[in-house]
């Protein structure tokens, strides 16, 4: 199956910042990765329903939370399969798990929607 690896997340004091990373890779039984459509970044705080944080396709079309939006930066490099969220100015209603997300990705012999295990974004006031 396909994996997402992410990383970045930490206890940082409101007004700090933090990168993510999410790095998108295939196994000997999916085979490689030919193209993922859109991924993105989720969060989940406790007690929340999981939201959306910010979205990106492979042709760059963007799509933030507005609760972020002036703050957070997603971007992605798609010859690595990889994205990152740039958040700056965090406030302690940012924190949550945040989880990498990657729609329509197709492999060799494989075609679905991937989540990654989360990593956990602590600000503290």
């Known amino acids: 199956q396909v994996q997402l690896v992410e990383s970045g997340g930490a206890l940082v004091q409101a007004g700090g910042s933090l990168r993510l990373s999410c790095a998108a890779s295939g196994s000997i039984f999916s085979g490689r990765i030919f193209s993922i459509n859109t991924m993105g970044w989720y969060r989940q705080a406790p007690g929340r329903q999981r939201e959306l944080v910010a979205t990106?396709?492979?042709?760059?079309?963007?799509n933030y939370a507005d609760s972020v939006k002036g703050r957070f930066t997603i971007s992605r490099d798609n010859a690595k399969n990889t994205i990152y969220l740039q958040m700056n100015n965090l406030k302690p209603e940012d924190t949550a798990a945040y989880y990498c997300?990657?729609?329509?990705?197709?492999?060799?012999?494989?075609?679905?929607?991937?989540w990654g295990q989360g990593t956990q974004v602590i600000v503290s006031s």
């Open positions: 990106i396709t492979s042709g760059g079309d963007i």
């Open positions: 997300n990657a729609q329509n990705v197709v492999t060799t012999s494989l075609r679905g929607d991937y």
